[in-house]
């Protein structure tokens, strides 16, 4: 039967909270370390002090081994499964990781909120981040609202817009076309 008292919902339901709140406890931790770290090193690595980027080349040696191996012994062999858990996985992984940095560096470096532009920009994907996470909508109802409403409402309308200005493109396209007007891929000379 239902109530509105979660505590007496059932008897489990201490230990689940519980387990909630430490695996909470945990990701905020992290999320916190990662992100100093993360800021750390994109103020430490920054450009002006490391003009030159530094490419890492990948392990052609390692490839055509892992490659061998899938199509020799195929995919559902034991060894080829021991490399798949212990190398591609943790390399996926890693790089995965990596790019995510750099994409995280880049949008530091690129969306400042200088501008009002900037700083609406900033704050909607925040909201909408937000909005899309479980946890935070437990807790503030009100996101999944804003969230709904910009989805909606505003990307709705940007969306009529860029619609809008392909149609009238593709139209005017078209005509030019038909009136010889956009005659240069086929041969025709440019005026």
């Known amino acids: ?33 990662l992100t100093v770290v993360m800021l750390v090193f994109i103020y430490r690595y920054k450009k002006t002090k490391h003009p030159k980027a530094i490419q890492n080349e990948g392990s052609t040696r390692l490839e055509i081994i ?21 190398f591609n996985l943790p390399l996926s992984s890693t790089a995965y990781a990596a790019t995510l940095f750099y994409l995280a560096s880049a949008t530091y470096r690129v969306i400042r909120a200088r501008s009002t532009e900037t700083t609406i920009l900033v704050v909607v994907s925040i909201v909408v981040i937000m909005g899309n996470m479980p946890m ?3 807790y503030i109802p009100a996101l999944m609202t804003v969230k709904n409403w910009l989805a909606e ?33 086929l041969g025709g000379t440019e005026d």
């Open 153 to 185: 409402v505003v990307v709705t309308a940007a969306y009529r817009a860029i619609t809008i200005g392909v149609g009238l493109g593709g139209i005017l396209m078209g005509v030019r076309t038909l009136l010889a007007m956009e005659t240069g891929f």
């Open 1 to 33: 039967m239902y109530t509105a008292d979660p505590q007496n919902a059932s008897n489990f339901v201490a230990g689940v909270d519980l387990a909630f709140m430490v695996i909470l406890g945990i990701s905020i931790f992290f999320l916190i370390a």
């Open 66 to 86: 892992w490659t061998a191996v899938g199509i020799f012994m195929g995919r559902s062999s034991d060894t080829y499964q021991w490399m798949y858990t212990n």
């Open 136 to 138: 935070f909508v437990t």
